[in-house]
Protein backbone atom coordinates (compact mmCIF):
# COMPACT_ATOMS: atom_id res chain seq x y z
CA UNK A 1 0.00 0.00 0.00
CA UNK A 2 2.30 2.59 -1.13
CA UNK A 3 0.48 5.63 -0.18
CA UNK A 4 -0.23 4.44 3.26
CA UNK A 5 3.71 4.32 3.94
CA UNK A 6 3.71 8.00 2.27
CA UNK A 7 1.48 9.63 4.85
CA UNK A 8 3.46 7.46 7.41
CA UNK A 9 6.98 7.96 6.75
CA UNK A 10 5.84 11.93 5.89
CA UNK A 11 3.70 12.76 8.63
CA UNK A 12 5.46 10.58 11.64
CA UNK A 13 8.33 13.28 11.85
CA UNK A 14 5.83 16.03 12.86
CA UNK A 15 3.29 14.63 15.49
CA UNK A 16 3.76 14.48 19.03
CA UNK A 17 2.20 11.86 21.31
CA UNK A 18 0.44 12.04 24.25
CA UNK A 19 2.37 11.14 27.39
CA UNK A 20 4.80 9.56 25.66
CA UNK A 21 8.59 9.99 25.66
CA UNK A 22 9.00 10.08 21.82
CA UNK A 23 13.22 9.00 21.77
CA UNK A 24 12.33 5.67 23.16
CA UNK A 25 9.04 5.04 22.56
CA UNK A 26 7.92 2.20 19.75
CA UNK A 27 6.21 3.69 16.66
CA UNK A 28 2.58 3.79 16.41
CA UNK A 29 0.43 1.56 14.77
CA UNK A 30 -1.28 3.19 12.10
CA UNK A 31 -5.31 2.32 11.91
CA UNK A 32 -6.91 3.05 8.53
CA UNK A 33 -10.43 1.74 9.68
CA UNK A 34 -12.71 1.08 13.09
CA UNK A 35 -15.57 -1.44 12.90
CA UNK A 36 -17.48 -2.33 15.89
CA UNK A 37 -14.58 -3.73 18.59
CA UNK A 38 -12.20 -3.92 15.57
CA UNK A 39 -9.18 -1.58 14.52
CA UNK A 40 -7.50 -2.54 11.29
CA UNK A 41 -3.80 -1.77 10.88
CA UNK A 42 -2.19 -0.12 7.89
CA UNK A 43 -0.42 -4.10 7.32
CA UNK A 44 -4.22 -5.47 7.01
CA UNK A 45 -3.86 -7.17 10.95
CA UNK A 46 -7.24 -6.76 12.95
CA UNK A 47 -6.90 -6.18 16.58
CA UNK A 48 -9.61 -5.93 18.88
CA UNK A 49 -10.55 -3.25 20.85
CA UNK A 50 -10.42 -3.83 24.73
CA UNK A 51 -9.95 0.17 25.89
CA UNK A 52 -12.67 1.79 23.65
CA UNK A 53 -10.19 4.44 22.19
CA UNK A 54 -9.97 5.72 26.08
CA UNK A 55 -13.40 4.67 27.30
CA UNK A 56 -15.49 6.82 24.64
CA UNK A 57 -16.90 4.11 22.02
CA UNK A 58 -19.09 2.55 24.07
CA UNK A 59 -21.43 1.36 21.30
CA UNK A 60 -18.34 -0.17 19.29
CA UNK A 61 -16.90 2.00 16.35
CA UNK A 62 -18.76 3.08 13.18
CA UNK A 63 -21.92 2.60 14.64
CA UNK A 64 -24.59 3.16 11.62
CA UNK A 65 -27.03 5.27 13.62
CA UNK A 66 -24.42 7.72 14.80
CA UNK A 67 -22.56 7.48 11.53
CA UNK A 68 -26.06 8.54 9.83
CA UNK A 69 -26.84 11.05 12.02
CA UNK A 70 -23.29 12.86 12.02
CA UNK A 71 -23.96 12.30 7.96
CA UNK A 72 -27.63 14.34 8.12
CA UNK A 73 -26.16 16.94 10.59
CA UNK A 74 -23.38 17.46 8.40
CA UNK A 75 -25.85 18.18 5.00
CA UNK A 76 -27.36 21.24 7.11
CA UNK A 77 -25.87 22.30 10.01
CA UNK A 78 -21.97 21.72 10.83
CA UNK A 79 -21.56 24.26 13.60
CA UNK A 80 -22.65 27.45 14.26
CA UNK A 81 -21.27 29.90 17.24
CA UNK A 82 -23.58 29.20 20.84
CA UNK A 83 -23.29 32.81 22.13
CA UNK A 84 -26.68 34.42 21.10
CA UNK A 85 -27.75 31.61 18.77
CA UNK A 86 -28.85 28.09 19.60
CA UNK A 87 -29.75 24.84 17.12
CA UNK A 88 -31.74 21.80 17.34
CA UNK A 89 -29.22 18.86 18.46
CA UNK A 90 -27.89 21.24 21.26
CA UNK A 91 -31.30 21.97 22.92
CA UNK A 92 -32.58 18.15 22.23
CA UNK A 93 -29.32 17.09 24.11
CA UNK A 94 -29.55 19.51 26.69
CA UNK A 95 -33.79 18.62 27.50
CA UNK A 96 -32.29 14.66 27.13
CA UNK A 97 -29.58 15.22 30.02
CA UNK A 98 -31.54 16.81 32.15
CA UNK A 99 -34.39 14.19 31.59
CA UNK A 100 -31.92 11.09 31.92
CA UNK A 101 -29.72 12.65 34.87
CA UNK A 102 -31.00 12.09 38.87
CA UNK A 103 -32.68 14.99 40.61
CA UNK A 104 -32.60 19.01 39.41
CA UNK A 105 -29.30 18.33 37.47
CA UNK A 106 -31.24 20.79 34.40
CA UNK A 107 -28.91 22.97 33.33
CA UNK A 108 -26.22 22.17 30.52
CA UNK A 109 -23.52 23.57 29.54
CA UNK A 110 -21.36 22.60 26.32
CA UNK A 111 -17.80 22.19 26.08
CA UNK A 112 -15.48 20.30 24.05
CA UNK A 113 -13.53 17.97 26.56
CA UNK A 114 -13.22 16.90 30.17
CA UNK A 115 -10.64 18.39 31.51
CA UNK A 116 -12.66 21.72 30.33
CA UNK A 117 -15.53 19.98 31.96
CA UNK A 118 -14.02 20.18 34.74
CA UNK A 119 -12.47 23.62 34.57
CA UNK A 120 -16.00 25.16 33.67
CA UNK A 121 -17.43 23.15 37.14
CA UNK A 122 -14.60 24.79 39.29
CA UNK A 123 -15.77 27.75 37.31
CA UNK A 124 -19.44 27.57 38.64
CA UNK A 125 -18.36 26.40 42.04
CA UNK A 126 -16.32 29.39 42.66
CA UNK A 127 -18.44 32.24 41.44
CA UNK A 128 -21.31 30.10 43.30
CA UNK A 129 -20.32 31.04 46.21
CA UNK A 130 -18.96 34.62 45.16
CA UNK A 131 -22.64 35.33 43.81
CA UNK A 132 -23.76 34.91 46.73
CA UNK A 133 -21.75 37.07 49.05
CA UNK A 134 -19.10 34.66 50.14
CA UNK A 135 -16.08 35.00 48.18
CA UNK A 136 -13.71 33.26 50.46
CA UNK A 137 -15.09 30.03 49.50
CA UNK A 138 -12.71 29.21 46.61
CA UNK A 139 -10.78 26.08 47.42
CA UNK A 140 -11.44 22.81 46.25
CA UNK A 141 -11.31 19.62 47.76
CA UNK A 142 -9.98 16.47 46.14
CA UNK A 143 -8.74 12.87 46.64
CA UNK A 144 -5.95 10.82 46.59
CA UNK A 145 -5.55 9.23 43.53
CA UNK A 146 -8.05 10.92 41.49
CA UNK A 147 -7.86 12.02 37.99
CA UNK A 148 -9.45 14.92 36.72
CA UNK A 149 -7.37 16.14 33.53
CA UNK A 150 -4.29 17.39 31.92
CA UNK A 151 -4.94 21.73 32.07
CA UNK A 152 -3.88 23.47 35.26
CA UNK A 153 -6.79 23.84 37.04
CA UNK A 154 -7.34 19.98 36.87
CA UNK A 155 -3.90 19.00 37.27
CA UNK A 156 -4.08 20.83 40.71
CA UNK A 157 -6.54 18.31 41.42
CA UNK A 158 -4.93 14.79 40.61
CA UNK A 159 -3.16 12.62 43.11
CA UNK A 160 0.44 14.94 43.23
CA UNK A 161 2.56 11.57 43.94
CA UNK A 162 0.99 9.65 40.94
CA UNK A 163 3.93 11.64 38.90
CA UNK A 164 2.04 12.11 35.96
CA UNK A 165 2.25 16.39 36.52
CA UNK A 166 4.76 16.56 39.62
CA UNK A 167 6.61 18.60 37.15
CA UNK A 168 4.52 21.31 37.25
CA UNK A 169 3.60 21.24 41.37
CA UNK A 170 4.08 24.88 41.95
CA UNK A 171 2.53 26.44 39.11
CA UNK A 172 -0.52 25.49 40.41
CA UNK A 173 -3.65 26.42 42.47
CA UNK A 174 -3.18 25.36 45.52
CA UNK A 175 -5.46 22.73 46.89
CA UNK A 176 -6.74 20.63 49.65
CA UNK A 177 -6.35 16.49 49.21
CA UNK A 178 -8.22 14.05 51.23
CA UNK A 179 -8.41 10.72 51.74
CA UNK A 180 -11.66 8.94 50.14
CA UNK A 181 -13.68 8.22 53.71
CA UNK A 182 -13.90 4.11 52.72
CA UNK A 183 -13.93 3.86 56.75
CA UNK A 184 -14.92 5.18 60.22
CA UNK A 185 -12.07 6.46 60.67
CA UNK A 186 -11.40 8.29 57.51
CA UNK A 187 -15.06 9.56 57.74
CA UNK A 188 -14.47 11.22 60.99
CA UNK A 189 -11.37 12.63 59.86
CA UNK A 190 -13.09 14.04 56.05
CA UNK A 191 -15.94 15.06 57.97
CA UNK A 192 -13.84 17.12 60.49
CA UNK A 193 -11.65 18.19 57.03
CA UNK A 194 -14.37 19.76 55.72
CA UNK A 195 -15.64 21.29 58.97
CA UNK A 196 -12.23 22.41 59.78
CA UNK A 197 -12.10 24.94 56.23
CA UNK A 198 -15.90 25.53 55.20
CA UNK A 199 -15.16 29.18 55.44
CA UNK A 200 -12.65 28.79 52.33
CA UNK A 201 -14.15 25.42 50.78
CA UNK A 202 -16.11 26.00 47.02
CA UNK A 203 -16.75 22.29 46.40
CA UNK A 204 -15.26 18.56 46.75
CA UNK A 205 -14.55 16.80 43.42
CA UNK A 206 -15.30 13.21 43.37
CA UNK A 207 -14.77 10.45 40.41
CA UNK A 208 -17.52 8.31 41.93
CA UNK A 209 -17.22 4.56 42.42
CA UNK A 210 -14.06 4.39 39.83
CA UNK A 211 -10.84 6.27 39.72
CA UNK A 212 -9.90 6.05 36.44
CA UNK A 213 -6.56 7.11 35.02
CA UNK A 214 -5.32 7.51 38.51
CA UNK A 215 -5.33 3.32 38.65
CA UNK A 216 -8.74 2.25 38.31
CA UNK A 217 -9.40 2.23 41.96
CA UNK A 218 -12.94 1.06 43.09
CA UNK A 219 -14.93 2.65 46.38
CA UNK A 220 -18.41 1.84 47.15
CA UNK A 221 -21.78 3.56 47.18
CA UNK A 222 -21.73 4.01 50.88
CA UNK A 223 -18.72 5.56 50.40
CA UNK A 224 -20.24 8.13 48.01
CA UNK A 225 -23.56 8.47 50.28
CA UNK A 226 -20.92 9.74 52.90
CA UNK A 227 -19.09 12.19 50.76
CA UNK A 228 -22.58 13.67 49.39
CA UNK A 229 -23.93 14.09 52.93
CA UNK A 230 -20.41 15.73 54.57
CA UNK A 231 -20.27 18.23 51.62
CA UNK A 232 -24.35 18.85 52.47
CA UNK A 233 -23.78 18.80 56.47
CA UNK A 234 -20.61 21.56 55.97
CA UNK A 235 -22.20 23.78 53.11
CA UNK A 236 -19.84 23.15 50.68
CA UNK A 237 -20.57 22.17 46.84
CA UNK A 238 -20.13 18.52 45.46
CA UNK A 239 -19.02 17.62 42.15
CA UNK A 240 -19.18 14.67 40.28
CA UNK A 241 -16.58 14.27 37.89
CA UNK A 242 -18.55 11.48 35.79
CA UNK A 243 -16.31 11.63 32.32
CA UNK A 244 -15.24 7.83 32.59
CA UNK A 245 -18.25 6.49 34.70
CA UNK A 246 -21.42 8.09 33.12
CA UNK A 247 -23.14 6.38 30.39
CA UNK A 248 -23.49 3.11 32.03
CA UNK A 249 -19.96 2.16 32.19
CA UNK A 250 -20.51 0.85 36.19
CA UNK A 251 -23.36 -0.62 35.11
CA UNK A 252 -25.99 2.13 35.71
CA UNK A 253 -26.66 5.24 33.39
CA UNK A 254 -24.24 6.93 36.22
CA UNK A 255 -22.32 6.10 39.18
CA UNK A 256 -23.75 8.54 41.22
CA UNK A 257 -27.42 6.61 40.73
CA UNK A 258 -26.34 4.05 43.01
CA UNK A 259 -25.47 5.91 46.30
CA UNK A 260 -28.89 8.02 45.27
CA UNK A 261 -26.38 10.73 45.38
CA UNK A 262 -27.25 14.16 43.38
CA UNK A 263 -24.20 16.14 43.25
CA UNK A 264 -24.12 20.21 42.47
CA UNK A 265 -22.43 19.71 39.60
CA UNK A 266 -21.64 16.83 37.46
CA UNK A 267 -18.79 16.65 34.41
CA UNK A 268 -19.68 14.40 31.22
CA UNK A 269 -17.37 13.60 28.50
CA UNK A 270 -15.88 10.16 27.17
CA UNK A 271 -18.37 8.37 25.79
CA UNK A 272 -21.23 11.01 25.42
CA UNK A 273 -20.57 11.28 21.76
CA UNK A 274 -20.20 7.08 21.32
CA UNK A 275 -16.37 8.17 20.58
CA UNK A 276 -17.60 9.41 17.57
CA UNK A 277 -16.78 13.53 17.80
CA UNK A 278 -15.26 15.86 20.95
CA UNK A 279 -17.99 17.13 23.38
CA UNK A 280 -18.18 17.49 26.74
CA UNK A 281 -21.36 19.25 29.01
CA UNK A 282 -21.20 20.17 32.87
CA UNK A 283 -24.72 20.20 34.48
CA UNK A 284 -25.72 22.42 37.04
CA UNK A 285 -28.34 21.88 39.56
CA UNK A 286 -31.26 24.24 39.54
CA UNK A 287 -29.83 26.21 42.64
CA UNK A 288 -26.56 26.60 41.47
CA UNK A 289 -28.05 28.14 38.27
CA UNK A 290 -30.07 30.36 40.20
CA UNK A 291 -26.88 31.75 42.00
CA UNK A 292 -25.93 33.33 38.87
CA UNK A 293 -29.65 35.31 38.00
CA UNK A 294 -29.17 38.59 38.86
CA UNK A 295 -29.47 42.13 37.15
CA UNK A 296 -25.33 42.40 37.51
CA UNK A 297 -23.73 41.32 34.00
CA UNK A 298 -20.78 40.50 36.38
CA UNK A 299 -22.95 37.34 37.59
CA UNK A 300 -22.98 35.87 34.17
CA UNK A 301 -20.64 32.59 34.13
CA UNK A 302 -17.69 33.77 31.83
CA UNK A 303 -16.84 31.21 29.95
CA UNK A 304 -17.21 30.18 26.15
CA UNK A 305 -15.57 28.14 24.22
CA UNK A 306 -15.55 28.71 20.18
CA UNK A 307 -16.92 25.38 19.04
CA UNK A 308 -18.93 25.17 22.03
CA UNK A 309 -22.00 23.14 21.44
CA UNK A 310 -20.72 21.59 18.16
CA UNK A 311 -24.18 20.37 15.93
CA UNK A 312 -22.14 17.53 14.51
CA UNK A 313 -20.95 16.66 18.21
CA UNK A 314 -24.44 16.77 19.61
CA UNK A 315 -25.86 15.02 16.65
CA UNK A 316 -23.53 12.54 17.81
CA UNK A 317 -24.27 12.48 21.37
CA UNK A 318 -28.23 12.53 20.39
CA UNK A 319 -27.49 9.50 18.41
CA UNK A 320 -25.50 7.60 21.16
CA UNK A 321 -28.61 8.54 23.58
CA UNK A 322 -31.06 6.80 21.42
CA UNK A 323 -29.28 3.62 21.15
CA UNK A 324 -29.07 3.64 25.04
CA UNK A 325 -32.76 3.44 24.62
CA UNK A 326 -33.24 1.27 22.04
CA UNK A 327 -30.74 -1.15 22.61
CA UNK A 328 -29.90 -3.34 26.08
CA UNK A 329 -26.74 -1.47 26.95
CA UNK A 330 -26.95 -1.99 31.00
CA UNK A 331 -27.56 -6.20 30.62
CA UNK A 332 -24.82 -5.85 28.47
CA UNK A 333 -22.54 -4.46 31.13
CA UNK A 334 -24.41 -6.35 33.23
CA UNK A 335 -22.71 -9.74 31.33
CA UNK A 336 -19.78 -8.56 30.38
CA UNK A 337 -18.97 -7.57 34.52
CA UNK A 338 -19.64 -11.48 35.37
CA UNK A 339 -17.84 -12.36 32.23
CA UNK A 340 -14.70 -10.06 33.42
CA UNK A 341 -15.21 -11.42 36.82
CA UNK A 342 -14.93 -15.02 36.01
CA UNK A 343 -12.44 -15.11 33.21
CA UNK A 344 -9.96 -12.77 35.38
CA UNK A 345 -10.01 -14.49 38.22
CA UNK A 346 -7.27 -16.81 38.03
CA UNK A 347 -4.91 -14.10 37.30
CA UNK A 348 -5.31 -13.38 41.05
CA UNK A 349 -3.24 -16.70 41.98
CA UNK A 350 -0.47 -15.26 39.57
CA UNK A 351 3.54 -13.83 40.54
CA UNK A 352 3.38 -10.31 39.97
CA UNK A 353 -0.10 -9.56 40.07
CA UNK A 354 -1.45 -7.32 43.33
CA UNK A 355 -4.88 -7.38 42.89
CA UNK A 356 -7.41 -8.26 40.43
CA UNK A 357 -11.13 -5.63 40.37
CA UNK A 358 -14.10 -5.18 38.40
CA UNK A 359 -16.92 -2.72 37.97
CA UNK A 360 -19.40 -2.81 35.96
CA UNK A 361 -17.68 -3.13 32.05
CA UNK A 362 -13.85 -2.39 33.99
CA UNK A 363 -12.19 -5.33 34.78
CA UNK A 364 -8.49 -4.24 36.05
CA UNK A 365 -5.23 -5.95 37.12
CA UNK A 366 -2.95 -4.29 39.14
CA UNK A 367 0.50 -5.62 39.42
CA UNK A 368 3.23 -5.33 41.51
CA UNK A 369 6.63 -4.41 40.34
CA UNK A 370 9.76 -6.74 40.66
CA UNK A 371 12.14 -5.64 43.25
CA UNK A 372 14.43 -3.16 41.68
CA UNK A 373 12.44 -2.84 38.16
CA UNK A 374 9.66 -0.92 36.52
CA UNK A 375 6.93 -2.81 34.81
CA UNK A 376 7.68 -3.11 31.29
CA UNK A 377 4.94 -1.18 29.62
CA UNK A 378 6.43 -1.50 26.60
CA UNK A 379 6.97 -5.38 26.62
CA UNK A 380 3.59 -5.70 27.51
CA UNK A 381 1.79 -3.57 24.81
CA UNK A 382 3.96 -5.34 22.01
CA UNK A 383 2.71 -9.02 23.40
CA UNK A 384 -0.93 -7.88 23.58
CA UNK A 385 -0.74 -6.48 19.58
CA UNK A 386 1.39 -9.77 19.05
CA UNK A 387 -1.96 -11.60 20.47
CA UNK A 388 -4.28 -9.95 18.26
CA UNK A 389 -5.70 -7.41 21.39
CA UNK A 390 -5.60 -3.66 21.56
CA UNK A 391 -4.78 -2.90 25.58
CA UNK A 392 -2.59 -0.28 26.70
CA UNK A 393 -1.68 -0.92 30.29
CA UNK A 394 -0.35 2.22 32.18
CA UNK A 395 1.26 2.95 35.98
CA UNK A 396 0.65 -1.12 37.53
CA UNK A 397 -2.55 -1.38 35.52
CA UNK A 398 -3.57 -3.58 33.10
CA UNK A 399 -7.24 -3.24 32.22
CA UNK A 400 -10.03 -3.97 30.32
CA UNK A 401 -12.95 -1.32 29.23
CA UNK A 402 -14.63 -2.68 25.94
CA UNK A 403 -17.15 -1.40 24.12
CA UNK A 404 -20.59 -2.85 25.38
CA UNK A 405 -21.89 -4.78 22.17
CA UNK A 406 -18.30 -6.93 22.38
CA UNK A 407 -19.50 -10.96 21.93
CA UNK A 408 -18.54 -13.15 24.67
CA UNK A 409 -16.35 -14.76 22.46
CA UNK A 410 -14.43 -11.40 21.76
CA UNK A 411 -14.45 -10.81 25.27
CA UNK A 412 -13.16 -14.54 26.18
CA UNK A 413 -9.92 -13.85 23.07
CA UNK A 414 -9.04 -10.58 25.54
CA UNK A 415 -9.42 -12.00 29.11
CA UNK A 416 -7.29 -14.86 27.26
CA UNK A 417 -4.62 -12.36 25.77
CA UNK A 418 -4.49 -10.68 29.99
CA UNK A 419 -4.14 -14.16 31.52
CA UNK A 420 -1.62 -15.25 28.90
CA UNK A 421 0.56 -12.05 29.37
CA UNK A 422 0.23 -11.92 33.21
CA UNK A 423 1.03 -15.57 32.78
CA UNK A 424 4.21 -15.11 30.82
CA UNK A 425 5.45 -12.42 32.68
CA UNK A 426 5.06 -14.30 36.02
CA UNK A 427 7.38 -16.82 35.13
CA UNK A 428 10.06 -14.10 34.30
CA UNK A 429 9.82 -12.96 38.64
C1 LIG B 1 -10.54 11.57 30.73
C2 LIG B 1 -10.95 12.21 31.99
C3 LIG B 1 -10.85 13.60 32.19
C4 LIG B 1 -10.25 14.52 31.16
O1 LIG B 1 -10.93 14.48 29.96
P1 LIG B 1 -10.20 15.02 28.60
O2 LIG B 1 -11.26 14.94 27.57
O3 LIG B 1 -9.06 14.08 28.35
O4 LIG B 1 -9.73 16.39 28.88
C5 LIG B 1 -11.29 14.11 33.40
N1 LIG B 1 -11.80 13.32 34.36
C6 LIG B 1 -11.92 12.00 34.20
C7 LIG B 1 -12.52 11.18 35.29
C8 LIG B 1 -11.50 11.39 33.03
O5 LIG B 1 -11.59 10.06 32.88
Redesign the pocket.
Known sequence: MPETRDWLTGGLPHIWQPYTQMQTAPAPLPVVTAQGVRLRLADGRELIDGISS??TACHGYSHPHIRAAVEAQLATLPHVMFAGLVHEPALRLAARLAALLPGDLERVFFTE??????EVALKMAIQYWRNKGQPAKQRIVHFRHA?????FA?MALCDPEEGMHALFAGTMPDQIMAELPTDAALRRAFDLLLETHAERLAAVIV?PLVQ??GGMRMHDAATLAFVAEACARNNVLLIA?E???GFGRTGRMFACEEADVIPDII?L??ALTGGTL?L?ATVARTHVFAAFLSGDPAAALMHGPTYMANALACAAANASLDLFERKPRLEQVAAIEAQLREELAPCRALAGVADVRGKGAIGAGELSCQPGGAIDLHGLRRRFVELGVWLRPFGKLVYLMPPFIVTPAELTTLTAAVRTVLTERAGTL
Open positions: WWSGSVAVYHGDTTAGADIMTCSKPA
